[in-house]
């Protein structure tokens, strides 16, 4: 299956995307990790990034798009993938389109988790103390739900227009919303 996990940060995307690579047994593309990964191993992409994650804001297009069309030219996606944090605006829908088509690898699948705001910062405080991820301190959270709102909430428009969207409900239990998510696949 080639599926797609829209939602704001702290939605739940990541943490129900590696639960999703077990049950479907494809790979769990998570943009967010690619680059944090980029940034741990000090390369000249993971400079450029490091500050603007830091931010909270987006990486630019053209960076993401290098990264996932070598991602998905690996072999391990030929059964499907799930993508977690891409796309994240309709420039990268669009582009993110136009390269699974050259492929002849549509999606199959767009699932979009639904949270209120109080409840995300709330989460991602929980994190920040579990964690210490740069990116989760209030300034940059706030900063993240803005772009989120302003950039990517449009791209659930884009997939409803194609009719591949399902929402699903992101708060309950992560058992709850997990079983939700493969209710709305079909699974
Ligand atoms: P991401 O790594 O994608 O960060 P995120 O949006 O915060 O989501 P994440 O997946 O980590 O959190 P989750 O909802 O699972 O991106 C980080 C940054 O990278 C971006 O700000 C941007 O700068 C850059 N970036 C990434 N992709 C990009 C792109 N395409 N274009 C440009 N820039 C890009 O969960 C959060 C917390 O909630 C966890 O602690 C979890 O335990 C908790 N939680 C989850 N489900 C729960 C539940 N049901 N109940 C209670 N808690 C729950």
Redesign the pocket.
């Known amino acids: 299956m080639r599926l797609v996990l829209l ?11 590696a639960r999703l690579k077990d049950e479907l047994q494809i790979p769990h593309i ?4 690619l ?2 990964a980029e940034v741990a191993a000090g390369s000249e992409l993971g400079l450029q ?1 490091k500050e ?2 830091a ?7 053209e ?2 798009l290098g990264m996932i069309r070598s991602r998905l030219s690996r072999e391990d996606v030929a059964n499907g993938f799930i993508l ?6 309709v420039a ?1 829908a669009n582009a993110l389109e136009a390269l699974l088509a050259s492929i002849g690898q549509p999606l199959q699948a767009v699932v979009q ?1 639904d949270v209120a705001n109080e ?1 995300l910062v709330e ?2 405080a ?2 920040a103390k ?2 210490g ?1 740069e ?2 301190n209030p300034e ?1 959270v706030r900063k ?1 739900l803005q ?2 709102s302003d950039s990517t909430a449009p791209v659930i428009g884009f997939y409803e227009s194609r009719g591949a969207l399902a929402k699903v409900d ?5 058992d ?2 997990f079983a939700r998510i493969l209710a709305a696949l079909g699974k």
Do not use: C, F
């Open positions: 939602g704001p940060p702290g939605s739940g995307k990541g943490t129900q995307a998570s943009t967010g990790d680059l944090r990034a603007v994650m931010r909270g804001e987006l990486v630019s297009d960076i993401l977690d944090g891409y796309p994240r605006n990268q988790l409840l989460r991602i929980g994190r579990a964690e991820r990116d989760d940059s993240r772009v989120y992101g708060v309950g239990t992560l709850e919303v």
